[in-house]
């Protein structure tokens, strides 16, 4: 079982940078891809970024583009989330999720919220205006 564990948010004035955290609890931490989805309030829930460890491809959707950076560090098996520029429509809950896609062809990104396999319990980002 894959777990996740997100961290970093809170709350952050209007142009100020967060910077999340997805640890991933798996020895095949390569075989994965990671996506960030948000939630804001009385808003669905939106795709924002997914990064393919295995393929390496990167997507940001445009209401982030520009803005938010993925990254990686391998040996701590985390995936990061630096957000810049934030302002009062990012705030939300964010989770980050995973799927194995060790077997499944390429493109991996954007990572479609009912495929992904593993979730975290998510994570509060506030941006105050």
């Known amino acids: 079982q894959v777990q996740l564990v997100e961290s970093g948010g809170g709350l952050v004035q209007t142009g100020g940078s967060t910077r999340l955290s997805c640890e991933v609890s798996?020895?095949?931490?390569?075989?994965?891809?990671i996506g960030w989805f948000r939630q804001g309030p009385g808003q669905e829930q939106e795709g924002i970024s997914c990064?393919?460890?295995?393929?390496?491809?990167?997507f940001y959707a445009d209401s982030v583009k520009g803005r938010f950076t993925i990254s990686r560090d391998n040996a701590k098996n985390t995936v990061f989330l630096q957000m810049n520029k934030l302002t009062p429509e990012d705030t939300g809950d964010y989770y980050c999720?995973?799927?194995?896609?060790?077997?499944?062809?390429?493109?991996?990104?954007?990572?479609?919220?009912?495929?992904?396999?593993?979730w975290g319990k998510g994570i509060q980002v506030t941006v105050s205006s």
């Open positions: 999720a995973a799927r194995n896609v060790f077997y499944v062809p390429g493109p991996h990104c954007p990572a479609r919220r009912h495929e992904m396999e593993y």
């Open positions: 798996s020895s095949r931490f390569h075989h994965h891809v």
């Open positions: 990064m393919s460890i295995l393929g390496g491809d990167i």
